[in-house]
């Protein structure tokens, strides 16, 4: 059952009829499971084609529902996604109204159980989710206090009841930024982002790892690591046995206004073990945005991040390392002249390395489309694909059963 308003959809209700629900199965085609309204029009196609894939559902609006004189205001963009230990879909997404909430879905995805506005909470991307011993949703993200924009964790209960929210106390003058969060064997939260300080030209940039523990709603500031030059900054984190992992940038030492993608790892106790594991030329998409995932998978470390191309505009990256922090590979993915970002990497079914993101349409384009790619572990390029009706993708999953995936886009083309 698909149970929906057009408030939460950002639609009108002379357009609620035109709203399909479409199935990519991982065998290839697409089906319209909708069950009522007008039939699928003839100009959707299979969008995947026939690259290796995740069966993918898609809420889109049939071409008939619009007009010139009809604008259509959809929500704001999804943020993060997962889904609990029972099957429930939870997600961070901006909703109508201009606020950010946690909603929680039944196992289908499309039977909203419950919504939880985050007081405070801002739109901007890096949000990620977790779950504490209690079954306790644990969404992280940006909270936006009256001195600016600070790292913080939300906790929710079950039934949808936002439980406690407490943010990272910033220093006079700085401002901290969450990107990802991963747990440890025992339950707590390890959170990467950026701490900025200074204004202007004077503006830096450092590393910040910090600590959550659902026990006591305590999140402190674990490690720091600065640079020269613009600084450094962590995207994505993953934690081992008994280490941290961070990815992220790092001002390059021969040339400081450059970025290098950096590679870090951590003791428990926040002491750094070894890093920065450097490769040259991390790049920006044209929009701005840079961002770096890492995902630790039977002992092997993986990382997709985007860095400069030939062209000059960004190619995906894709990274390897020994448990120990070797680098084995080092291969890129190019998108024929347009900017490639990974916003997500998760390991999908036979161990496949999956990766979200977002595709320029063309190499002089600002416009956005979906990207996935899709990686074997030893790190053979299996295939990408991209969907031109939707816009980004912030964050993937892979749902249960494990041979059955699925791929949530972050925002409604």
Known sequence: NIQYSAADLGITPAQEPYLRLL??????????????GPPLPSAYADIFGTVPRLSVFALALSSEAFSASSAVSPGGPGLAIKADASGNIWEVAEATGNFVALSRYASDGTTRVSQTPLPGASSQNGWSIDFDSQGNALAVGISSGSLGASAGVYQVSPQGVLLSEVSYPNAAQTQSFAAD????????????????????????YALGLWKYAPSNNSLILAAQYSATGLGAGGFGVATASSSIWAAGYESDPQSPQNLDFALWEFSLAGNLIRGPLLSPAFSSFPNGALNAKILISSGTIYAAADVAGLSGAANLEFLRWTPSGVLTQ?????????????????????????????????????????????YSPGGNFNGAATDPNASIASDVFVGVPASEGCIKEARIG
């Open 181 to 204: 969060s991963a747990q440890d064997a025992l339950g707590n939260l390890w959170i990467a982002g950026q701490i900025q300080s200074g204004t202007g030209s004077s503006t830096k």
């Open 330 to 374: 080092e291969t890129w993915s190019s998108a024929s002249g347009a900017a490639a970002v990974p916003n997500a990497i998760e390991t999908g079914p036979a161990g496949n390395i999956e990766i979200a993101g977002a595709v320029q349409t063309s190499s002089n384009s600002f416009n956005e489309n979906l990207g996935i790619w899709n």
């Open 23 to 36: 199935h990519f199965p991982n065998t290839g085609g697409v089906v319209d499971v909708t069950q009522s």
